[in-house]
């Protein structure tokens, strides 16, 4: 009966695929118990259906725009602090403990995040979004995926690092990707549709679609 009423809450918020068969009922129950009270604390927040763990932070909320059955995790905090709203399509999730970062310094207002539809993030995650990150549909990625859309300038010897500034072109990755654990995307780099990440890349400079990417730094390791 509770696999029934679960497949039923899954196809309702366009999930397609059926629960496993060894899920006991108590393991259910407990799932759905966890979705109401995060379910509840989304409304209280944001005054909107969205799932919410608990003690997640949203500053500057009203920059924040998201579509339908959204899910951010327990510990999450957000950074709205930026020149464009901070945009999440359907279904996107953010993973518990996980930073999402836009204004880091008060010498340069960020630029913002935007996440397509059905794209999920992994646990511990870190995005650093001042020069821009954009993140297209069906992109789903394993935990402690890091990325970091500003670079220090580090050419004059006669000053400090921390004194010539940074340069920032963002970072862009298309549909259907799928990114590996501990992943880590640097200013400037762009991923085509239909790729895969290999877990601990790091990736700089641009990829084409349908490819494999892995390594330090990251390459083509084959076509799909």
Known sequence: MLKGLLKKLLEKNGKDYTPDKNLSDKFILSVLATRLLMLLRGFYVLKRKIFLGKRVKIKNKRNFSFGTNCTIEKYVTIDCYAKEKLVFGDSVKIGAHSTIGVTSHMSKYGI????????????????????????????????????????????????????????????????????????????GCEIGDNCVVAAGAVVKGKFPSDVVIGGVPAKVLKKK
């Not at 995040?113 to 794209?119: A, E, M, P």
């Not at 646990?123 to 821009?132: D, I, P, Q, T």
């Not at 859309?149 to 259907?176: A, C, M, P, W, Y």
Request: charged share 15%.
């Open 112 to 187: 913002g995040l935007k996440i397509g539809n059905n794209s999920g993030i992994g646990e511990y995650s870190f995005f650093g979004c001042s020069g821009g990150v954009v993140i297209g549909n069906d992109v789903i990625m394993g935990p402690y995926v890091s990325f970091h859309s500003e670079n220090h300038n580090f050419s004059d010897s006669t000053k400090l690092i921390r004194e010539q500034g940074v340069v920032s072109e963002g970072i862009k990755l298309g549909n259907n990707i799928w990114v590996g654990a501990k992943s880590t995307f640097l200013d």
